[in-house]
T-cell receptor, first 109, second 116 residues
Framework: GQNIDQPTEMTATEGAIVQINCTYQ??????LFWYQQHAGEAPTFLSY??LDGLEEKGRFSSFLSRSKGYSYLLLKELQMKDSASYLCAGMDSNYQLIWGAGTKLIIKP | GAVVSQHPSWVICKSGTSVKIECRSL??????MFWYRQFPKQSLMLMATSNEGSKATYEQGVEKDKFLINHASLTLSTLTVTSAHPEDSSFYICSARESAGVYEQYFGPGTRLTVT
């Protein structure tokens, strides 16, 4: 079966660094997406990885290991506005996104 | 670029009535559009995938006669919730993909439906 696992909730301090992990099992693999979703709003795209390694984009970086079925999203210099849910999604061989349940990130001052 | 709009952003309707939600790609042509439903504190649940000019493909457990999807043009898809019931109250989100080989989906802002 297809499955995406990520922690339900994480707490971090403003200015710190946090890593949100995601493990995936998909039928075929066409990449791994990270989205940010604030409460009551639609998801916004953060990153896409299809090759192994680290992709850096400002304060956010995303890592992929295809052999381990593992990805993480790294957020640096945390700001209060980063409080949101972070959704991990794997794309299968049919180009369908398989969504994780999301990780709610709480930032404390 | 890559903006997707949804209308209405929120709607309240009475049980038994039908509601239509529009999803538009404003600055690109969307060959594929997706409709999701999200209940509070849960992740996105894909309801159906629609390609322009063809019938939508519904996910298992989603009633196609209740959730009517029309993808009439490359910039517009509609979801009609027929004979709505309180359990249909949810956050409905559409997303659009520009073309085959482009993997990113662009999401609309969502429509919050409340059925009383």
């Amino acid at each position: 079966g297809q499955n995406i696992d990520q922690p339900t909730e994480m707490t971090a301090t403003e200015g710190a660094i946090v890593q949100i992990n995601c493990t995936y099992q998909t039928s075929g693999f066409n990449g791994l997406f990270w989205y940010q979703q604030h409460a009551g709003e639609a998801p916004t795209f953060l990153s896409y990885n299809v090759l192994d390694g680290l992709e850096e984009k400002g304060r956010f970086s995303s890592f992929l290991s295809r052999s381990k079925g593992y990805s993480y999203l790294l957020l640096k210099e945390l700001q209060m506005k980063d409080s949101a849910s972070y959704l991990c999604a794997g794309m299968d061989s049919n180009y369908q996104l398989i969504w994780g349940a999301g990780t709610k990130l709480i930032i404390k001052p | 670029g890559a903006v997707v709009s949804q209308h209405p952003s929120w709607v309240i309707c009475k049980s038994g009535t039908s509601v239509k939600i529009e999803c538009r790609s404003l600055d690109f042509q969307a060959t594929t559009m997706f409709w999701y439903r999200q209940f509070p504190k849960q992740s996105l649940m894909l309801m159906a995938t629609s390609n322009e000019g063809s019938k939508a493909t519904y996910e298992q457990g989603v009633e196609k006669d209740k959730f009517l999807i029309n993808h009439a043009s490359l910039t517009l898809s509609t979801l009609t919730v027929t004979s709505a019931h309180p359990e249909d109250s949810s956050f409905y989100i559409c997303s659009a993909r520009e073309s085959a080989g482009v993997y990113e989906q662009y999401f609309g802002p969502g429509t919050r439906l409340t059925v009383t």
